[in-house]
């Protein structure tokens, strides 16, 4: 079992930034892929961006070059630094490991953008 704690979340003004955490704590394995998702009210959830053990990452279109993945494995831990922030950016973010055959699920973290 993996466990995720999600961490800052909140509200933003347009153009501004926020940056979330997210602690996995477990059976974790040193291959795994970490990242974001996010779902918006009466849409489907989405990716935003993952990032590999190694570091490689992949972003969704509509945030490449606003928002940035990071993680620090030593802790486990995989940020996501939001900048530019734009209403539509407004959603539950939630938190994804995965380590084949392993998904996990972080509770989700409202970020809320104002226009």
């Known amino acids: 079992q993996v466990q995720l704690v999600e961490s800052g979340g909140g509200l933003a003004q347009t153009g501004g930034s926020l940056r979330l955490s997210c602690a996995a704590s477990?059976?974790?394995?040193?291959?795994?892929?970490m990242g974001w998702y996010r779902q918006a009210p009466g849409k489907q959830r989405e990716l935003v961006a993952t990032i590999t053990s190694s570091g490689r990452t992949n972003y969704a279109d509509s945030v490449k070059g606003r928002f940035t993945i990071s993680r620090e494995n030593a802790k486990n831990t995989v940020y996501l630094q939001m900048n530019s922030l734009k209403p539509e950016d407004t959603a539950v973010y939630y938190c994804?490991?995965?380590?084949?055959?392993?998904?996990?699920w972080g509770q989700g973290t409202q970020v809320t953008v104002s226009s």
């Open positions: 994804n490991y995965y380590t084949h055959p392993r998904d996990y």
């Open positions: 477990g059976s974790i394995f040193s291959i795994n892929l």
